[in-house]
């Protein structure tokens, strides 16, 4: 399997922008204007088909490498190759040992990464057994919050939005403390925030629902992602007839992120319902 940091000349943990610059690099290298040489065209005319195989290849790697989605499933194949180089009958190994919190937890991922999601999501669950179950406790941090988003993307695909849900909430606090994810947090709030807003209304107690809203809100993942949770919030109260309390959750989108599409048409809904009230005491 071609090692495209290796190809780049960057660290697996390198931002979008440090593979940008090292592609402009390496193309720049490459480039015939850079080999041009009057005295010597013969090598020059040689060479070409070395340096176009070696475009091609780092074009390769660019597409792969600058693709968020890409680059995560691809870092999950380079981590598959390493552990299925260990020589002996690693699955095996670790379904054997049952009993032991550690091994599950390494079990969960082994299974993640090789497609087996149902086993993956069994053991999990049946995992929850034992005294303060947290993947972070015996995988590295990285690895156990890429194995928990994992979780959450099946939880989510099987209609069991809580569940995923916390496991997302949990993972984007722990981001926000210390980042992991980096280059691919904008695909987990994005996950997250489509989950919120579009999966788990109306298939979510409202009650509960406006809870799910305030901790999502409380996370503070960026000023225009709070401004949309806080819209949803506005529009769910106006429903219920609780003007004040829209036009307090308003308030705070007018503080945080006023920018946001549809704010000024939003204001005026909430407006219309606060005076209402007035309008039918002054009437009686």
């Known amino acids: 399997m071609k090692n495209y940091y290796e190809i780049l000349g960057v660290h697996p943990d390198s931002s979008p922008q440090d593979i940008k610059s090292a592609f402009r690099k390496q193309a720049k290298r490459l480039h015939p204007d850079m080999h041009y040489s009057a005295e010597n065209a013969r090598p020059r005319e040689s060479s070409a088909t070395l340096r176009e195989s070696a475009m091609r290849l780092i074009l390769e790697a660019y597409k792969i490498l600058s693709d968020a989605e890409k680059r995560r499933a691809y870092d999950r194949e380079l981590r598959r190759r390493e552990r299925d180089n260990k020589g002996f009958d690693y699955h095996e190994f670790l379904q054997q040992r049952s009993d032991d919190p550690e091994s599950q937890a390494k079990l969960i991922v082994y299974d993640l990464l090789h497609d087996l999601d149902e086993e993956a999501l069994a053991i999990y669950e049946r995992s929850k057994t034992f005294a303060d179950f947290r993947l972070e406790r015996w995988l590295e941090r990285g690895e156990a919050m890429d194995a928990e988003y994992c979780i959450a993307e099946e939880y989510e695909k099987r209609g069991?939005?809580?569940?995923?849900?916390?496991?997302?909430?949990?993972?984007?606090?722990?981001?926000?403390?210390?980042?992991?994810?980096?280059?691919?947090?904008?695909?987990?709030?994005?996950?997250?925030?489509?989950?919120?807003?579009?999966?788990?209304?109306?298939?979510?107690?409202?009650?509960?629902?406006?809870?799910?809203?305030?901790?999502?809100?409380?996370?503070?993942?960026?000023?225009?992602?709070?401004?949309?949770?806080?819209?949803?919030?506005?529009?769910?109260?106006?429903?219920?007839?609780?003007?004040?309390?829209?036009?307090?959750?308003?308030?705070?989108?007018?503080?945080?992120?006023?920018?946001?599409a549809g704010f000024a048409a939003l204001r005026s809904r909430v407006q219309r319902a606060v005076d209402q009230p007035l309008a039918q005491n002054k009437i009686s």
């Open 160 to 260: 069991k939005y809580i569940k995923a849900y916390q496991i997302y909430k949990k993972l984007i606090r722990m981001e926000l403390e210390k980042p992991w994810f980096r280059y691919y947090f904008e695909v987990v709030a994005l996950k997250f925030r489509f989950l919120i807003l579009q999966k788990m209304p109306g298939r979510v107690d409202e009650e509960d629902y406006l809870d799910r809203l305030d901790e999502a809100i409380e996370l503070k993942i960026a000023p225009r992602e709070t401004a949309q949770y806080l819209r949803k919030k506005v529009e769910i109260l106006l429903h219920r007839g609780e003007a004040e309390a829209a036009e307090e959750a308003l308030n705070q989108i007018s503080l945080i992120y006023p920018k946001l």
